[in-house]
């Protein structure tokens, strides 16, 4: 381990409500020196960003924001260069003795940009470390006023729409798919199999301004959709 | 809806670490009037009301605490006359306008019993509210310095350890399994017959003071034990 060297701090921040922030998370906010925030797109702002600007704006000392590039491609390769590249622009900074805090949206340890970055960064010996955040399906579920899991109930949790949540969804109680706006038609084709009787809803933009929870699947191509589907147990014949 | 009485706030207190309260957690308990504490025993301290009580402590107001007993008994009939008695202790108050927050462990959606009382609540009228928390297994991700899940893999999370298990570990990349080390061994047997590669690590006391991180299995009985099978892609041969 780098002694002398900052460390990296993955922080959740939570689905959009910035008072969704962990205390934890606050705090190390209004005193590290550097925050790394990713953005897909150099013309758009970046959402985690937003969420933690009020606690930065509060702060009267100096502090670096550093924004690199992670466009929402497919391509493995040209991902991969993606993240090497913000790995040294953190590492240069770890290097100068800074702690740098990276700030992702809901928690780091679910389906995060972080979750690679952080890899090339601790496998260079660097302290890595991990402020978890409220994720996105238990923000939905609070705002939708529901439960995930209740007694023996498996909740299964899929990041996006395909093919093989029709091996799986017979098996759970609660289905959390993420990203579903983009496959709806899909996913209602799968859930239709199922012959359980089920409750579905879709949140949009969970804790944001614009949040809109929907009876059933999200049709509207928003990006931070997440559909929730409980299945009612069948009755023994 | 009864709009002169008080609501009923759920409020999830994270794995442990009072700094895994949201701001918006802190921001309700101190000043709340009234906080509902479950306890399993009348002699053991509610571990939920350890984690809030130095926002109560700093608090210079008046405030009361109800602690309703919910022993951990598999009994449904005598469970739900737990629950029931619950549910009136905390509508008395609502009656006379008081709002109530009751605290859980990690998440009010993900296995906690405030669904059952906030069900009792909510069909009699009452405005229910939950307040998202850090639930066990991103708190133990955390810990661990692990991934849940990246890109498209499938994440599993099971209350227990039972047989159902074996059905359904062949399609999680990921499975979260929680109270796990009362029966370590049958999940250790399920465990195995999976063919592919995994890395197995269980957490116990996530976030409190005697946290512990285990390779493997947890074998010593806490209550607070949550293993995680984070499984390798078998290559196609």
């Not at 949540?165 to 199999?193: C, F, N, P, W, Y």
């Amino acid at each position: 381990m780098n002694m002398n060297k900052g460390k990296l701090i993955g922080i959740g921040v939570g689905p959009g409500d910035p008072e969704l922030l962990t205390v934890k998370a606050v705090k190390t906010l209004e005193s590290v020196p550097v925050i790394c925030s990713p953005k897909s797109s150099p013309k758009k702002p970046s959402v985690a960003l937003s969420i933690v600007q009020g606690i930065l704006d509060g702060r009267s000392d100096e502090y670096n924001v550093i924004e690199p590039l992670f466009p929402m491609i497919e391509d493995k390769n040209a991902l991969e260069s993606y993240w090497a590249g913000a790995a040294e622009l953190i590492i240069s900074e770890l290097d100068e003795g800074q702690n740098v805090s990276f700030i992702t949206l809901g928690d780091p340890a679910i389906y995060s940009t972080f979750s690679y970055v952080a890899r090339i960064i601790g496998d260079r010996g660097y302290l890595v470390e991990m402020i978890p955040g409220i994720n996105s399906f238990t923000g939905c579920a609070a705002s939708a006023g529901i439960t995930l899991g209740e007694k023996d109930e498996i909740i299964l949790v899929v990041p996006k729409v395909d093919q093989r949540l029709g091996e799986i969804l017979e098996h759970a109680d609660t289905a959390v798919v993420m990203k579903t706006s983009r496959h709806s038609h899909m996913l209602e084709e799968i859930v239709k199999q199922d012959p359980r009787d089920k409750e579905i809803l879709s949140v949009q933009n969970c804790g944001m301004e614009d949040e809109e929870i929907f009876d059933g699947f999200a049709r509207n191509g928003k990006y931070l959709s997440t559909t929730i589907i409980k299945f009612k147990k069948l009755e023994n014949k």
